[in-house]
Each structure stands twice: as structure tokens, then as C-alpha cells.
């Protein structure tokens, strides 16, 4: 491979990282082509790409950069995960991937200037999607006002109560 394609190569994955907003580092050593391109084909419906890149030009992409944390975990065959989505999302898939396939091994990740451990990894996987965490927000900013206008109109419906039982019993 020539000088100007590694600097091309260099620059794209330069512009992968400044779209995307998370990046997660996994080692694929004996993960077969059916298996990489299922994976793929999964990460793309999240908006998510994995790509293989050579650590050499992984590190000069990163020099320089916030990613600079991550430069050390480049080592063996590794494949990095550029999330431009939903980055819980791409984790989940990233995440059941991993454990679908033995060979995969997440490594670690990037985001929002820090360094992620596979562990982390795996607690952004377990989070809830995007929509659900707005709906469970929206139900906490709503229940106060839902708990007073059932003490409000518990007033009167307990005057009607009382009044129906009044009745019954003076018809009775």
C-alpha cells in the first residue's frame, strides 16, 4: 500500500470519528466473513459501522485527538465500531454480536472524552433504548400533576358518595 492511500485511509477514519459519537473497540481474530458481514449488516440498521482498520493508521488518526485515550488498546487484529446513531443502541448490537460470537472480543471504547472499559460497554448495552428513557422521563414529570387532579376530583365524587348513601338511606 502506497503513502497517499494510508493517508487516505487515515482521513476517512479522521471522519469517521468526527461524525460519530461514540467509537467501540473490539479484537475479531477468527471471526469468519459470514459472521463480520452479519455483524455489519446488524450495526448498519442502528446507524453504526464497523470497519477494520490497521492499528498504525488507527493510532495517527487518534494522534492529536480526545480518541488519543485509546491509541494503547490498538493491538492484535482489531475492528472499531463508529456509532453515528443512537451510541446505546449501537453498543446493544455490538454487545449481543459479542455474544453470539465467541471470537469477538470487546476491547473497549470511547465516548464523550472518556475512555470505556468492556464493562462499560457492556452497562451502555443493558441501558434502555433512547425512546424508551424519554417515556419513562415524561412519566416522572407527569405523575405529580396526575396524583393532584386525583385528589381534586376525589372531593367531589366522595360528596356524590356520600349524598347517593344519604338517599339510600332515608329511601330505605
Not at 30 to 47: P, S
Not at 69 to 87: E, N, P
Not at 137 to 142: A, D, H, Q, Y
Amino acid at each position: 500500500m502506497d503513502r497517499n492511500a494510508k493517508v487516505q485511509w487515515r482521513d476517512s477514519v479522521v471522519e469517521a470519528l468526527d461524525k460519530s459519537g461514540a467509537v467501540f473497540l473490539a479484537n475479531y481474530s477468527g471471526m469468519t466473513v459470514e459472521e463480520l458481514t452479519a455483524m455489519r449488516r446488524e450495526l448498519k440498521a442502528v446507524q453504526a459501522d464497523f470497519h477494520v482498520v490497521k492499528n498504525t493508521i488507527a493510532q495517527k488518526a487518534v494522534e492529536g485527538r480526545d480518541e488519543n485515550v485509546i491509541s494503547d488498546l490498538f493491538k492484535g487484529q482489531m475492528g472499531i465500531v463508529f456509532a453515528y446513531g443512537d451510541s446505546a443502541a449501537a453498543a446493544k448490537v455490538f454487545s449481543e454480536s459479542a455474544k453470539k460470537c465467541e471470537k469477538l472480543k470487546i476491547v473497549g471504547g470511547y465516548m464523550e472524552k472518556s475512555l470505556l472499559t468492556p464493562k462499560a460497554v457492556e452497562q451502555l448495552a443493558s441501558l434502555p433504548s433512547r425512546e424508551v428513557l424519554l417515556g419513562q422521563l415524561i412519566g416522572t414529570m407527569v405523575a405529580p400533576h396526575r396524583g393532584l387532579l386525583g385528589v381534586l376530583n376525589g372531593v367531589p365524587r366522595n360528596l356524590v358518595q356520600v349524598l347517593n348513601a344519604i338517599k339510600d338511606k332515608k329511601a330505605g
